[in-house]
């Protein structure tokens, strides 16, 4: 039987083709409908949000960074493998409401909701079920649901501008970028954002009513918000204006308020599981107390970073990651999401110990 790592190295190959297989698709389904003149200028479009609203996503993650390949693999899902399975899965389920029960005149509200917010969420569960160390809970949840739901946004707007620009009209293009691309950014990741905090909720219980049900009510919450935000954005302006101040936005900053009170819960778990390696020496009590704030942990980097250079305080950061994913795992050990494993412990605690007496190595 091949090893974990062994089976996930050689999934890896096979991952990066179905992605860019997908991909290679859902960008030609896009250029058959908008034309090499409406693609490329709505690839250019369509990337304006993205970094700000990526940004923005990453800042709630500091205290444990998820993996760069983790996160690629989120957005290239939403991008690629979800958009394709939505374009094909929202025009079949038309075609076959409309053949049993006749015009169905709307089918963004009826049809795609369901579809895309299942695909969406599929990435994230995927990311749950093969990355488990790498999933401990709500943050982690909504970052890569973010992720997912920026790269299937972005390959939805391209399609969008896409066919704004081939109408030769500019006032409809510029209504579409502000819309889509400046008013409304963050709603897809939002959506999906829902199915992610179902799924860290999962992640952090063994209760089989919370691991289904709180996924499940996640994704009933993404399909009805992205169901009434594509019910208001057919209904006119004044609609679409009315329903995103009197839900959107609240919804919006209730999301927020979810992470950020998910991430003070994170630092409170810090400091109670890295107390008893502070007792035994592995920790000083003044490096639990940095490793429990974002902002110490930051200025921690940053002073490495003036005395030793970006190795110095590349050195810190990843001591500082070790030590979080050991409380995090004494975290799982507590709830009996993970099995015990005093080896995996003292491979972790040895490795602090390393990267200690490299980060003093570094500093003058």
């Known amino acids: 039987m091949l090893a974990p790592r062994v089976r996930a190295s050689a999934l890896a190959p096979v991952t990066v083709l179905v992605l860019v297989v997908c991909g290679l698709l859902s960008l030609g389904a896009v250029t058959a409908e908008v034309g090499w003149r409406g693609l490329l200028p709505g690839l250019a479009l369509a990337a304006v949000p993205v970094g700000p609203v990526l940004a923005t996503v990453l800042w709630l993650d500091r205290h444990e960074a998820e993996p760069p390949h983790l996160l690629a693999f989120a957005f290239g899902w939403g991008a690629c493998v979800a958009s394709l399975g ?6 079949g389920a038309s075609r076959l409401l409309d ?12 049809v795609a909701p369901v579809v895309e917010e299942v695909l969406k969420g599929l990435g994230v569960l995927l990311l749950l079920l093969r990355q488990r160390r790498q999933f401990d809970g709500v943050v982690d949840g909504i970052v890569y649901a973010a992720f997912v739901g920026v790269g299937f946004a972005y390959l939805e707007n391209v399609l969008y501008l896409g066919r704004a620009l081939g109408d030769d009209q500019p006032d409809s293009l510029v209504v579409v970028f502000v819309l889509r691309c400046l008013v409304s ?40 918000l992205h169901a009434l935000w594509n019910a208001s954005a057919s209904s006119g302006v004044a609609s679409f204006v009315e329903l995103f101040l009197l839900l959107q936005v609240p919804v919006f900053a209730a999301a927020v308020a979810v992470a950020v009170v998910a ?13 008893v390696y502070a007792r035994t020496g592995w920790l000083g009590e003044s490096e639990v107390a940095v490793l429990a704030s974002s902002r110490a942990r930051r200025q921690a980097r940053s002073a490495a970073a003036g005395r030793g ?5 590349q050195a ?13 795992r004494r975290d799982r050990l507590r709830r009996g999401t993970v099995e015990s494993s005093a080896q995996e412990e003292l491979d972790l605690l040895e490795q602090l110990a390393r990267q200690r007496r490299e980060v003093l190595a570094l500093l003058p």
């Open 185 to 224: 950014p963050f709603a897809h990741p939002l959506f999906t954002m829902a199915v992610g905090v179902g799924l860290g909720i999962a992640a952090r219980h063994r209760s089989p009513g919370r691991r289904v049900g709180a996924p499940v009510l996640g994704l009933v919450v993404a399909v009805v």
């Open 316 to 328: 810190v950061r990843e001591f500082q990651e070790t030590a979080t994913e050991l409380a995090f």
């Open 263 to 275: 991430r003070v819960r994170e630092s409170r778990l810090i400091v109670r599981h890295l107390q």
């Open 86 to 91: 939505a374009l094909v899965l929202n025009t």
């Open 309 to 313: 250079g970006r190795a110095a305080a």
């Open 99 to 110: 053949g049993a029960v006749g015009d169905v005149t709307n089918t963004s509200v009826v």
